[in-house]
């Protein structure tokens, strides 16, 4: 689990706080990945970006708001958040977000809780 | 519409038996899939995929998975299960519906594989 990496591994935060997560990936992709991971769901894609561009979003609410600087960098900034959104969030990295053969490489995870 | 099932929720074996994870899917055009572990409190990881050729595949710690392309499955295998093997199993397939350009997964629910001593 080394190649993608996530900070916090834990996160708790009122509903009106405003926090950041944070996955960098050491694997030279150009494709990176936000999912959601709820309890007895399927894991839900959040945003896809491809060479820093953001080239895919969700349907994701606004109080969810994803940065990337680089190729190699991916925040999740949040605010506002309801305790429905208490979930674990991964992040993921491929070499091309075009690609349906790449293989997508997981980061272990923020488990984030909103009280 | 596209999509994955995973039949059971949870599957239990002894160790050193022969385990098998089911999985079938539904889309249009020819389908990648994969294969992904989860331990508790890590994020997921690679085990094998399917793209072309040779119907079984085989992957990291053992596993190995089958392509039927007629009964639209996928089905995770080890020959002798162990119990470090207990863990959270995801079956996924490339989203061909999805119009952009993103590699988008359709994953199933899981199934919890429990191997008992």
């Known amino acids: 689990e080394t190649g993608v990496t996530q900070t916090p591994r834990h996160l708790v935060m009122g509903m009106t706080n405003k926090k950041s997560l944070k996955c960098e990936q050491h694997?030279?992709?150009?494709?990176m990945y936000w999912y959601k991971q709820s309890a007895k769901k399927p894991l839900e894609l959040m945003f896809v970006y491809n060479f820093k561009e953001q080239t895919e979003n969700n349907s994701v609410p606004s109080r969810f708001s994803p940065e990337c600087p680089n190729s190699s960098h991916l925040f999740l900034h949040l605010h506002t958040l309801q305790p429905e959104d208490s979930a674990l969030y991964l992040c993921a990295s491929s070499a091309l977000a075009e690609s349906g053969t790449d293989t997508q490489y997981f980061g272990p995870g923020t488990r984030l809780t909103v009280l | 519409a596209q999509s994955v099932a995973q039949p059971e929720d949870q599957v239990n074996v002894a160790e050193g038996n022969p385990l098998t994870v089911k999985c079938t899917y539904s889309?249009?055009?020819?389908?990648?899939l994969f294969w992904y572990v989860q331990y508790p409190n890590r994020g997921l990881q690679f085990l094998l995929k399917?793209?072309?050729?040779?119907?079984l595949v085989k992957g990291s710690y053992g596993f190995e998975a089958e392509f039927n392309k007629s009964q639209t499955s996928f089905h995770l295998k080890k020959p002798s299960a162990l119990v470090s093997d207990s863990a959270l199993y995801f079956c996924?397939?490339?989203?061909?519906?999805?119009?952009?350009?993103?590699?988008?997964?359709?994953f199933g629910t899981g199934t919890l594989l429990a191997v008992q001593p």
């Open positions: 694997l030279g992709h150009n494709a």
């Open positions: 996924a397939v490339r989203d061909t519906d999805y119009g952009g350009a993103t590699n988008k997964l359709i």
């Open positions: 889309v249009s055009g020819n389908p990648y």
């Open positions: 399917y793209i072309t050729g040779d119907n």
